[in-house]
């Protein structure tokens, strides 16, 4: 008899060991309120309204008129970017922005793809939503949500949306895909109060994909992106089916990331290090901390008081361009700091760059978009950095994207890692800059996800 109740015991106890690990793994969150004033009674508006980009000449005339009144500075002599954006290289840029770019002509290819608008939690989320026009007999698209960071927007998947929608290659799968923008960004409402963190944009991320009917989809994500995906997969690991990420640094450092630092110079083979993990963590100490100061001083900055530094490029176009711009030239690699154009084009048009600053300068959004740095790292103990997330995910690593993280280490935070993919060529804006490569990985990794499932 005592036999059987300690053996009862014990198998109780590892079930209730297990059911509480696996409550572990998900993330709790309680319904917010961001619009003003406090929140109404009653049942809240639900509907959603199709909504187009607009521009108008009081707004473009408002424009010239500031590029126009702008005050240059010039470079020191032989200082490329590594001041920053290079003034004779700005001058350029603006030149072409006041006097060849066509905003209108890129009002019209933003308004390619069907926008709306919904009000959840008391703001207006915007969201792009494309359907494919043709799905395979027998099949049904793949619902994707892809959410961007910062200091980029819905428009950094144009170049994925129709790869994933409409395929050339009857091989890869057919996508539905839904581009949010995070409240506070591009024509998104910004939170009127404070404490809007990652995990509340993925708790209404969460709502946005049930009003639309999903009651499981994917999720991918860079740079915030990548927290708002990871928070989306932690909240409610049932209904991501799969998260795919293209940045993932250590959120919480522990003994083995620790140990793999100090001895996998050494010993690789026994951290699973490769080649490219060796080339990319082990510069010599100085060379780390150097780079660590050159390009985070932004994110002191935001992390701080963004609105004083906001209210300043929320005035000035011209400084505006320069401070979005100056991270689209040195995230994308960092020795186009050594060029004097900043290599800005050899990976991006400035169309398409210029249209990244006007979502900017025309919906304002410069100061709220800062002051998600500020929200999520006031509360950098949150209870989702402690938490692994269980869901299949994917990740892609772009060569030159801003942190190297080995498998080990995406292991550490993603217990359930389906692929883990070299990329040939990218940083940190890979959507943007490797749109077919991006969309390979994605589908590589999906139909693994998918062929499990079966």
């Known amino acids: 008899m005592l036999i059987e109740v300690l053996i009862g015991l014990v198998v109780g106890g590892a079930v209730l060991l297990l059911v509480l690990r696996r409550r572990s793994h998900v993330l709790k969150t309680e319904d917010g309120w961001w619009g003003v004033g406090p929140e109404p009674d009653g049942e809240q508006d639900t509907t959603i309204h199709p909504f187009k980009v607009t521009t108008s000449d009081a707004e473009l005339e408002d424009l010239h008129r500031r590029i126009d009144q702008t005050r240059p500075v010039p470079s020191l002599e032989d200082s490329q970017f590594h001041y920053g954006f290079n003034s004779e290289y700005l001058s350029k840029v603006v030149s072409y922005w006041r006097n060849d770019f066509d905003w209108r002509r890129q009002v019209d290819r933003l308004n390619q793809y069907p926008h709306f608008k919904t009000n959840i939690e008391g703001i207006d989320v915007h969201y792009v939503h494309v359907k494919p026009k043709r799905v395979p007999e027998g099949t049904d698209p793949i619902p994707l949500i892809m959410v961007h960071g910062w200091p980029g927007s819905f428009y950094e998947f144009y170049g994925t949306i129709p790869l994933l929608t409409e ?60 927290l708002v995906t990871t928070n989306m997969a932690q909240l409610e690991p049932k209904i991501v089916k799969g998260l795919h990420v293209n940045f993932a640094p250590p959120s919480k450092p522990g003994l083995s990331i620790t140990l793999s630092i100090l001895l996998g110079r050494h010993f690789p083979k026994l951290f699973g290090f490769t080649s490219a993990d060796l080339e990319r963590l082990y510069p010599c100490v100085q060379k780390l901390f150097v780079e660590s100061i050159k390009e985070t001083g932004y994110m002191h900055i935001q992390a701080t008081k963004p609105d004083t530094a906001g209210r300043g490029l929320n005035d000035s176009p011209v400084g505006l361009a320069a401070y979005i711009l100056e991270k689209f030239s040195t995230w994308t690699s960092h020795d186009f700091r050594n060029l004097e154009d900043g290599g800005l084009t050899r990976k991006f048009s400035l169309d398409d760059l210029l249209t990244n600053v006007m979502i900017y300068w025309t919906s304002g959004c410069i100061v709220p978009s800062m002051r998600f740095y500020k929200e999520n790292f006031s509360r950098l103990g949150s209870p989702h950095t402690k938490i692994p997330v269980t869901v299949p995910t994917g990740y892609a690593c772009f060569p030159n994207e801003l942190m190297h993280t080995p498998k080990l280490w995406v292991q550490q935070k993603f217990h359930n890692l389906l692929t883990y993919s070299q990329m040939a060529r990218g940083g940190h804006f890979a959507a943007m800059e490797e749109p077919q490569l991006m969309v390979e990985d994605i589908n590589k990794f999906i139909k693994k996800v998918e062929m499990k499932s079966q």
């Open 167 to 226: 395929p050339s290659d009857p091989q890869a799968l057919v996508f539905e895909v839904v581009c949010p923008s995070i409240p506070g960004y591009g024509y998104s409402e910004a939170p009127h109060k404070k404490g809007f963190t990652s995990v509340c944009a993925a708790r209404i991320f969460h709502k946005l994909m049930k009003r639309l009917g999903f009651q499981q989809f994917y999720a991918h994500g860079g740079d915030w992106g990548w």
